[in-house]
Structures are given as C-alpha cells and as structure tokens.
C-alpha cells in the first residue's frame, strides 16, 4: 500500500471474518491489500470460555479458585485493571492540574491510589 496525504487518504480495506466469510491467512489477505480483519466471533467466545472455566472452578472452592486465579495472572498485562485502563496516567494528570484543595479530596479514599 501506498501512503497517502491529507487530500489523498491511504486506502484501508477492513474484512469481517464471520460466518460463512472464507478463512483467509495473514498472506491472503496481505495481498487483498487488506488493513484491518475483525474477528467478533473469536474474542467473543474466547471471552465466553474463560468465563464459564472461572465459574467452574470458583463454584468448587471460591475463595481458592480466585486465589489460584490471583497468582496465576500475576504477570498479566490486565492482572491491575485500574493501571491497564489508564488510572496511573489520570492520577497524575489530576495532580498536575488540580488545585492543592481538589487534589487532597482523593486523599485517603478508598479508590485505586498510585
């Protein structure tokens, strides 16, 4: 593909793969010239199944199984949600902007601290 410029955008070919659309590989469809593939289906099962195995095991034994869970996903990039949405980026916005008084409302709440 060939870059473009504001006046001549760079083409984007997105593919939806669902359904009885054919499975293409990464060459395939590199060669349609293809930019963005979205796969609804497989994240939402991926999604779906984590889920229901999590269910499963927390049903046998909750505080165990999420326990388990804890030191299994330790090193995962969402094992801190709150740092992996942005939290840490905000908290230091907040205290880079807000006054000294806005800032101490955060002050021992129980919220995500950084």
């Not at 001549?8 to 060459?27: M, W």
């Amino acid at each position: 593909m060939q870059g473009g410029t504001l006046d001549e955008p760079i083409p984007s070919v997105r593919y939806k793969q669902a359904g009885a659309s054919p499975r293409l590989t990464p060459d395939q469809l590199r060669d349609l010239g293809v930019a963005v593939v979205l796969l609804p289906g497989d994240m939402l099962r991926a999604g779906l199944y984590a889920m229901y195995d999590d269910a499963l095991e927390l049903r046998g034994g909750a505080g165990a199984a999420d326990a388990a869970f804890a030191t299994r996903t330790a090193d995962h990039p969402l094992s801190n949600l709150h740092r992996f949405a942005g939290f840490d980026e905000i908290r230091a916005w907040e205290r880079e902007s807000l006054s000294a008084s806005e800032g101490q409302k955060c002050e021992g709440s129980t919220g995500y601290q950084t």
